[in-house]
């Protein structure tokens, strides 16, 4: 092969092969540099800064707004956290934990059995105290008074005998001394008999499962799981609402672009597109060879 051979077909071709290249490679390389203006007497080159680091704060308020408004929608958020890969797990951990010993599960959340403990104890004396309370304004002795007068008002009327010997004025005297022996004994007695029953009852109640209580107030496992599922859902909707409500993401990650530093924008860019990059310069001399060859017939 001699060289007017080399020099017509196959040297056109090499060299448009190396202009495409070396065109397109300084079209990427352009993206990121030079990083800062450039200044010949006095005056800016055009294209200068590269294209990424001049056009960077638009860059940012154009990547914030996407991310907001296509990729961090509400909808995507909360649809990632109600699959059934996520929601499952979570119903059955609550369902678990529901079907475990009341004081077990206490124990657990109070930090320890003691703490439970007092915690049990601190619950007790405060209910019996409101029920003692609640026993003390319901006010007992008189209405045993109205009501025992009451009755035995209509009995000594039924009777002939009972109407001549029984006065109101003895009955009255009777049902004063019933009640003020009821009063007497709720005072001294009733705190107490209050305590005994209700630390009894909240023991017992410790023994048991939510679960168990609640179907004893009518609440199947399958309506218990339902109503958690609903609540856990509006939960989530109403949390990511809420959340996105307070967080500006758009301008979260406008800052985040703008604070970066041009070399770490342009790391992460090659990060991400790296092959593209590539394939856009070896394109290049792909085009330049065949606009190569394609001279060599014109």
Not at 177 to 182: F, H, R, T
Request: charged letters at 30%.
């Amino acid at each position: 092969m001699n060289w007017d051979t080399i020099m017509t077909y196959l040297l056109p071709p090499l060299v448009g092969a190396v202009i495409g290249y070396f065109t397109n490679l300084i079209a990427v390389k352009m993206l990121f540099y030079p990083r800062n203006p450039v200044y010949v007497f006095g005056r800016q080159l055009p294209l200068t800064p590269g294209a990424i680091p001049k056009g960077k704060a638009r860059l940012a308020k154009s990547a914030g707004k996407i991310v907001q408004e296509e990729l961090f929608t509400r909808e995507d958020i909360s649809g990632r956290l109600l699959t059934e890969e996520v929601e499952k797990p979570l119903i059955d951990k609550v369902m678990s934990i529901l079907d475990c010993n009341i004081k077990e599960t206490g124990a657990v959340m109070a930090g320890s059995p003691e703490k439970y403990d007092k915690l049990e104890e601190n619950f007790t004396e405060l209910l019996s105290f409101k029920i003692t309370d609640a026993i003390k304004r319901m006010d007992i002795p008189e209405t045993i008074q109205r009501e025992g007068k009451a009755m035995l008002l209509e009995h000594v009327l039924s009777s002939r005998f009972l109407s001549l010997v029984v006065t109101d004025k003895l009955i009255d005297k009777v049902m004063k001394a019933v009640s003020d022996k009821m009063e007497e004994f709720i005072d001294a007695r009733g705190p107490e008999m209050v305590s005994e029953i209700t630390t009894s009852r909240i023991h017992d109640l410790g023994e048991r499962t939510p679960l168990y209580v609640l179907e004893l107030a009518g609440y199947d496992p399958e309506f218990v799981r339902k109503k958690i599922t609903e609540a856990y859902r509006e939960s989530v909707v109403n949390a990511v609402n809420s959340a996105l409500r307070r967080i500006d993401v758009a301008k979260v990650v406008e800052d985040k672009i703008n604070s970066m530093a041009v070399e770490e924008l342009e790391k992460g860019v090659l990060t991400v597109m790296k092959t593209e990059l590539k394939l856009i310069v070896d394109l290049g001399a792909l085009i330049g060879l065949v606009i190569g060859s394609i001279n060599i017939f014109i």
